[in-house]
């Protein structure tokens, strides 16, 4: 199990706060097992599990989507040859002399 970014080793083992979950039998068992297959704890493989469900999730919401017709349309603006504004312009200048 890997230690996300940010975090020591030690950190992921020092417990800080609890949660608690009722489930059934069956969904126990399975949960177990899996964590046998992964040779950790039971309680190891719960917060593993979800954290990396969590970072997924998280990752996954951050990433802008665009549909089909969006992405014609922003390729098509960074393709066009437009002339800049009087402000772009006027910041170019002030950023060549503050740079000379």
Known sequence: MKT???KKEKDRFEPKA????RISTE?????TRAAEIAG???TEFLV???REAAYRIIRE??????????????????LEDA???E?????????QRDEA
Do not use: I
Not at 18 to 21: D, G, I, K, R
Not at 87 to 92: F, G, H, N, T
């Open 83 to 85: 002339e800049p504004s």
């Open 40 to 42: 950790c704890s039971l």
């Open 87 to 95: 402000k772009l312009e006027q910041a170019a200048k002030r950023y």
């Open 27 to 31: 969904q126990k068992q399975l949960l």
């Open 18 to 21: 609890q949660l608690e979950a």
């Open 61 to 78: 919401h951050q990433v802008l989507t665009l549909s089909q017709k969006d992405q014609e349309t922003f390729v098509a603006s960074l």
């Open 48 to 50: 593993s599990s979800a």
């Open 4 to 6: 996300p970014p940010g």
